[in-house]
């Protein structure tokens, strides 16, 4: 059985940061690509960051790059995302999802209870 859990959400002032932690069970990270989506309040989940750890590669939406990073620890088989300069406007649900495909929302088969992230100004 596959199961995501997630943690590391909470409030943080504007430039901030936090750590998202997403520990895996049922598969290995380094076979199948897995990433973090977000879902605002009335708006619709949207792909953040995935990582393909089998292939080396991770991307990121333009909203988020620079500021935030996506890496893995396979012996924990788990996934971080450090997010910095934290703004308003990442205020969200974030989910850990697998498979992770960046703009194909429905292309993902679990996903995570989700973390609140909130971001004060």
């Known amino acids: 059985e596959v199961q995501l859990v997630e943690s590391g959400g909470g409030l943080v002032q504007a430039g901030g940061s936090l750590r998202l932690s997403c520990t895996a069970s049922?598969?290995?990270?380094?076979?199948?690509?897995t990433g973090w989506f977000r879902q605002a309040p009335g708006k619709e989940r949207e792909g953040v960051s995935c990582?393909?750890?089998?292939?080396?590669?991770?991307n990121y939406v333009d909203s988020v790059k620079g500021r935030f990073t996506i890496s893995g620890d396979n012996a924990r088989n788990t996934v971080y995302l450090q997010m910095n300069s934290l703004k308003p406007e990442d205020t969200a649900v974030y989910y850990c999802?697998?498979?992770?495909?960046?703009?194909?929302?429905?292309?993902?088969?679990?996903w995570g209870q989700g973390t609140q992230v909130t971001v004060s100004s």
């Open positions: 049922g598969f290995s990270i380094d076979e199948y690509a």
């Open positions: 999802v697998v498979p992770c495909q960046l703009y194909s929302p429905y292309d993902v088969e679990y």
């Open positions: 990582m393909d750890s089998g292939e080396n590669r991770t």
